[in-house]
């Protein structure tokens, strides 16, 4: 009877446990300083011509996909989709190695569009690493250019035949 009671009452107390969200939500300061590259990446995008100062501006692992594709994609997104006016946070994460990640609904002359832009945080400067816009079937660099991870190493056994 006594083993059925603390098993109770240490079930009651693990479902009484408040637990912290995974990944971890944006501090106040990642917040400010994603909110704030979303808006120089939105004002870079409405000008003409400034796909390729985008692209040099960014993270290594954005500018892992190809130049020229990312030109030809930033550039009919600009023709498709129309000025980007404004954008508005749902979601902010933590992905840990100094990467945040925003989803949030932007507006453009076309109308809403969801986006997950994920940026790489060092100080107070961000840099873009991948940018998704859900309506449009838009992702660079696209999954075929992300390297996941190394392959794994190869013992001298396996080598020899």
Not at 96 to 114: F, L, P, S
Not at 117 to 142: H, S
């Amino acid at each position: 009877m006594w083993r059925a009671i603390g098993l109770a009452i240490l079930l009651t107390g693990c479902a009484t446990q408040k637990h912290d969200p995974w990944p971890p939500t944006l501090t106040a300061q990642q917040q400010t300083i994603g909110l704030g590259a979303i808006e120089s990446l939105r004002q870079a995008f409405n000008r003409s011509s400034s796909c390729k100062a985008v692209y040099d501006g960014s993270a290594a692992e954005f500018r892992a996909g190809y130049k020229d594709d990312w030109l030809r994609i930033c550039t009919r997104l600009q023709k498709t989709d129309g000025p980007w006016r404004s954008f508005s946070i749902l979601l902010g994460q933590q992905l840990g190695r100094g990467e945040i990640d925003i989803y949030g609904t932007a507006e453009t002359a076309t109308g809403a569009r969801n986006m997950e832009i994920t940026w790489t945080v060092d100080g107070n400067r961000a840099r873009l690493v991948r940018w998704l816009v859900i309506e449009d079937n838009f992702a660079f660099p696209p999954a075929r250019y992300v390297r996941q991870w190394d392959t794994p190493p190869v013992s001298r056994r396996d080598r020899s035949g």
